[in-house]
């Protein structure tokens, strides 16, 4: 089991909460991933998952993208802030880099070397890995794959794993498509895990079936890409892989 605590940090003037988690039987300084909630921010789901990882071995951040304007709001301001990071890359990997930079100089930490997000932090965690972030691996788990700013060849740094639900209506099949070409002109270290009865959000163990359309949780697919994910991060582990 992990241990939790908070790790209060900042992007310039804006204040940002989030949860530190490390396993209770870990010695010394571990390494450090970033995970990233979605577009429900810094929820119960976010901070599941995160002791989850930690339990691995790591010392693992669920950060805080949203800042404090976002949580408690209405689903329209919530919406407008998400297509606002969405649409202004700069700013989203600025505000997922003060999260690394938080996970670096805690002292459970050994350095950050990767980035784990479910959704809107999948998309989150690959915009950072298009934009050349020094991680070894990012791991999108039923994350957006479109972009408007597709990477650029040999700028992709990190391993990329994308797992996916070929039953997401969230994220077609035609953006799959698209990204696998993005990747491969990106010349990118890439893999993509298609789970054929999920749909979005295969990983929320207490999604409601039928409250949000599309959305629902498959045991199958939540077990195979947290196994998938695990060797993939243990395999760019410094010090293991």
């Not at 800042?67 to 989203?92: C, F, M, N, S, Y």
């Not at 408007?148 to 969230?170: F, I, K, S, T």
Request: aromatic share 6%.
């Amino acid at each position: 089991m992990s241990i939790e605590r908070t790790l209060s940090y900042a992007d310039g003037d804006t204040p940002l909460r989030g949860y530190l988690h490390v396993c209770h039987a870990a010695a010394g300084r571990l390494p450090g991933i970033l995970l990233v909630h979605g577009g429900a921010g810094l929820d119960a789901h976010a901070r599941e998952q995160a002791g989850r990882y930690a339990d691995l071995g790591y010392a693992v951040l669920a950060a805080d993208i949203f800042g404090p304007a976002v949580p408690g709001a209405g689903r329209e301001q919530t919406v407008a802030a998400i297509k606002a990071l969405r649409d202004d890359p700069d700013t989203l990997v600025r505000r997922a880099t003060a999260g690394i930079t938080a996970l670096n100089e805690a002292p459970e930490s050994a350095g950050c070397f990767a980035a784990v997000g479910f959704c809107f932090g999948g998309m989150t965690v690959l915009t950072l890995a298009r934009a050349g972030a020094d991680l070894a691996a990012v791991v999108s788990m039923h994350g957006s794959l479109a972009t408007g700013r597709p990477a650029e060849p040999g700028a992709v740094r990190a391993r990329v794993l994308a797992c996916h639900g070929a039953r997401d209506p969230h994220v077609p099949m035609a953006d799959v498509a698209a990204f696998s070409e993005e990747m491969i002109k990106a010349e990118a270290d890439w893999r993509l895990a298609m789970y054929g009865t999920a749909v979005h959000g295969f990983t929320h163990q207490h999604a409601v079936p039928g409250e949000i359309p599309g959305v629902d949780y498959d045991r199958t697919a939540d077990e195979e890409s947290f196994e998938t994910a695990s060797a993939f991060l243990s395999a760019a582990t410094p010090g293991i892989g």
